[in-house]
């Protein structure tokens, strides 16, 4: 039944289940995919299912004292380290709560409190420093009976090699916009012309998609496309001043970009449509349709297809904490030399 709530990534529950099923579970699992996909939530559900009195088809029943104490949060054979100062370290957590990693792995060598497994949940691994991740492959290599350890990373090779190596890999994929509109409308009672407004321009995320909906993304999309619109045109001299003046400073910076990429993936959905002749009903920005069916028109598919690689390398840059004047120089320049057929400088 637990499974049946995660949201998409079948073939990672795929996975999951069938070892379930046939009784063969690996000592330890990376879990790894963009934030905001379910990864954690899966793991919860996964602890669920090992532990589960009474499993089914690989999944647990969701009634049995195990299974209520994971939803709740206090099933105590689960240790999920929480990460201080935004690294998971070997020392102490500070919190009396809270055992720290170097405990925990002594635990370990106890039989169980209640569950058929004790499980390490470590949510992000990507913050493990390299002490606690050389510590952690000395019990993994070798775990305690009845261990099993789960690592949640977003990107791979931000974990140990040689840990990673001993785990086995359970990819998380970017959910589908339905699924996320779904959940916007269910889950937080958001409007559904909106809902699909923030799926389609949250990269199949639901952490990114709330995120969306607490800034001003929405308020300030229609001066977003005019900004985006004035990029394709604008003489240099000109682009640069627009960006400099819409650009915030500081946190307010990269709030912008998140921003600006988030309207840049609505606009592109929508001169991809516009160019395969779709209808207007299923546009995110039909009220600004004349404007984008002409420029959709001036690109053809492969100017919007080269705007889509555009808009990527653009997100990567804002990923990488690039700084916010070159990333929109960059933009700007590769928007005009789209939209007049020049090599952008």
């Avoid at 569950?115 to 493990?128: E, H, Q, T």
Wanted: net charge positive; glycine share 8%; aromatic share 6%.
């Amino acid at each position: 039944m637990s499974f049946a709530l995660v949201m998409g990534q079948e073939r990672a529950k795929s996975v999951l289940q069938a070892g379930l099923a046939a009784g063969r579970l690996a000592g330890a699992y990376l879990f790894v995919g963009p934030p905001g996909v379910g990864k954690r939530f899966t793991a919860r559900q996964f602890v669920k299912a090992i532990n589960c009195l009474e499993p089914a088809n690989g999944d647990s029943c969701d009634r049995c004292a195990p299974c209520r104490l994971v939803e709740k949060g206090d099933f105590p054979d689960l240790y999920a380290p929480e990460a201080q100062g935004g690294k998971l370290t070997k020392g102490s957590s500070g919190d009396g709560d809270r055992m720290a990693l170097g405990d925990i792995l002594q635990r370990l060598h106890f039989a169980p409190v209640m569950g058929r497994y004790k499980v390490v949940l470590l949510d992000p691994a990507d913050s493990l420093t390299a002490e606690a991740g050389n510590m952690l492959l000395k019990t993994v290599e070798e775990p305690p009976t009845k261990t099993l350890f789960i690592l949640v990373a977003t990107v791979e090779t931000s974990v140990l090699p040689t840990l990673v190596s001993r785990c086995q890999k359970v990819r998380f994929t970017p959910l589908a916009p339905e699924l996320v509109a779904r959940y916007l409308q269910q889950q937080r009672s958001i409007d559904g012309e909106l809902a699909a407004t923030v799926a389609a321009a949250s990269q199949g995320s639901i952490e990114r998609a709330l995120d969306l909906c607490q800034s001003r993304l929405l308020e300030q999309r229609a001066e977003l496309v005019d900004y985006l619109l004035y990029l394709f045109e604008a003489s240099l001299a000109d682009r640069t001043a627009s960006s400099l003046m819409m650009l915030g400073t500081g946190k307010a910076e990269r709030e912008f970009l998140d921003r600006v990429r988030a309207v840049g993936r609505m606009l592109t959905r929508d001169l991809l449509h516009a160019s395969a002749g779709m209808d207007r009903s299923s546009w995110l920005l039909g009220d600004r349709a004349k404007e984008i069916e002409r420029l959709a028109g001036q690109l053809q598919r492969q100017g919007v297809l080269r705007l889509s690689q555009v808009l990527d390398e653009f997100s990567r840059g804002v990923e990488r904490n690039e700084n916010p004047k070159n990333l929109l120089h960059y933009l700007g320049n590769r928007l005009h030399a789209l939209a007049t057929g020049i090599a952008a400088s």
